[in-house]
């Protein structure tokens, strides 16, 4: 009965130093995944403009040990960089129109794609990826995890091939298997719908006879409005200035992205390299000490189980057995301080990078962004501008409307009218501080 108790002890010793191993959240993504592209031209009827939304950054791990050597700034610029490397892939494929990243919700797109960060720590990688149609049609809600090999890491190349690549493959072609479901006809559907959600957010009460909801919150198209409208050629000429700041701001943050790359390619790299030697120590370390509590508990068990000769004669081994046993786990103890400094290399990688990926400030128009949160807050101010715009033209500005409209600068007033000039060629920051050298 004893010996059973022992054992019983034993075997959970082991189970508590080898338990809690968690692996990366998700279902992986298959390796060497091959694009879907399309096999011929589309017409231009049948391409769907895509908006990606700046991803949510997610939480950082609850387990302090898995969150050191990460950040809320590393988590911010992957919000940002995911997106954009979206963006690129998708454009390779030939299935889509116009695809851009957009600092909030696009109502006026046809398909928008929204991303949460459920898990990142260089070496892995976890999204949750949503796509809805103007229509309110879910494409598809999953989550996509990977963990990169060391390998993965010296085939980057910029705006083509990340660490996550199969990840972006993976996504593009469940996005792509989702349009090939559609009919013409749902596609045309999707476009008309697109462009009067837009209109309904210039002026709500305008477009109501075209467009219902039904009660799933599915939108649907009665008819069109007359195409000759005077008031659809003004919303086209307003589209078209809200897309040029979209543009301009893309452009920005494809110049961010440029000047991320390098940083976080190492970061990702050297973080990895990091993690494979924590994993090794720990191992290790873990093994010392199972090895190390077993011997003690065999020497507790001779000395409890066996007889007064039995004890007598084995007194020798059970002491060796102790001392062995409280050998292994002080040197466990040591790879577990290895683990440590590690850890704390990874925190100043992780700090270096941090510092590498401030944000980038542009200027538009008088208009000064920053693109991190005050830029939702700058496009939603832009948006609002424009809908003034397009009441005043349409005769239905309200009074509220109209005492606002006393704030905004002449440089804004101007813009209403005129094409959104660039302070300046847009560049990465790194190009520019060449500039500066030369």
Known sequence: MMHNKTGMYVLLVVMLFLGGCAGVPGPQVPDQVAPLMVEQELSEESLLNVSIRIFEPGQLPSDAKKARGLSRNIREAEARFIPIHLK??????????????????????????????VYSDGESLTLEIEAVDSTNRLWLKKQYAETASPQEHEKGVQGEIDVFQDMFYTIANDLALARQRLTPDNIAEIRHVAELRYASTMIPDAFTDNLRQDNSGRYHLDHMPDPEAPMLNRLAAIQARDDLLLDTINGYYDAYYQDLWEPYTDWRKFRTEELITLHDLERQAMTRQVLGAAAI?????????????????????????????AAAIYSGSQKREESKINREVIEELGASFSSEAEPLVVEVQGETMRLTGTAEQQYARW????????????????????????????????????????????????????????
């Open 383 to 438: 948006r609002s501008i424009l809908r003034e715009m397009y009441a005043r033209e349409s005769g239905l500005l309200p009074p509220s409307a109209q005492d606002e409209e006393k704030n905004i600068l002449p440089e804004q007033q101007r813009s209403f009218t005129e094409p959104l000039p660039l302070s300046q060629p847009i560049q990465p920051r790194t190009a520019l501080k060449k500039n500066e050298d030369k």
């Open 297 to 325: 508990v065999g020497a507790i068990a001779l000395g409890l189980t066996a007889n007064a000769d039995t004890i007598r004669r084995t007194g020798t081994l059970r002491d060796v057995m102790v001392m062995g046993g």
């Open 88 to 117: 690129y892939t998708l454009q390779r494929t030939g299935y889509w129109g116009m695809v851009r990243v957009v600092p909030d919700d696009d109502v006026g797109t046809d398909l928008l794609v929204k991303g949460r960060i």
